[in-house]
């Protein structure tokens, strides 16, 4: 399994927002210049984390986004699951695909999904912000 662009610079940005959470609203201009990451597509992300809970936003002069709730409260696994959609490694395990007969790799693929949503799951944004995985 492998993050797309959207789900690693998407994490990096919300990231970003938690560790400068004392500095109020950040402006997504700030976090792209700072991440050298393209401030269009940064857009586009923030709306996806604002929509599903994960920020808020404030315009004006000193808007930007922040997060909406506390860094404890917030997993890994929530935030790339918004912006990725479900972390799967297959899409029979997933049942997005009708898998009437389960192959020998049905097992494996279902232990690896659960390991690693239960690993995604286990780290919070307070974690990242205070390095502690």
Do not use: W
């Not at 560790?19 to 997504?28: A, L, S, W």
């Not at 506390?70 to 049942?95: A, F, K, N, P, Y």
């Amino acid at each position: 399994m492998k993050l797309s662009t959207r789900g690693r610079y998407g994490l990096r940005a919300i990231c970003y927002i938690a560790e400068n959470q004392d500095k109020g609203f950040i402006p997504v201009s700030e976090i792209s210049e700072k991440l050298n990451l393209s401030e269009n597509y940064l857009e586009q992300l923030v709306r996806v984390l604002k929509k599903d809970g994960l920020i808020k936003s404030s315009r004006g002069p000193k808007g930007g986004y922040k997060i909406k709730s506390d860094l404890s409260s917030i997993t890994i696994g929530q935030i790339l699951r918004s912006l990725e959609g479900d972390m799967t490694t297959s899409e029979c395990v997933s049942g997005k695909f009708d898998c009437s007969e389960k192959c020998d790799a049905y097992d494996l693929f279902s232990k690896l999904d659960y390991l690693i949503n239960a690993a995604i799951d286990s780290i919070t944004l307070e974690n990242i912000v205070k390095h502690e995985i």
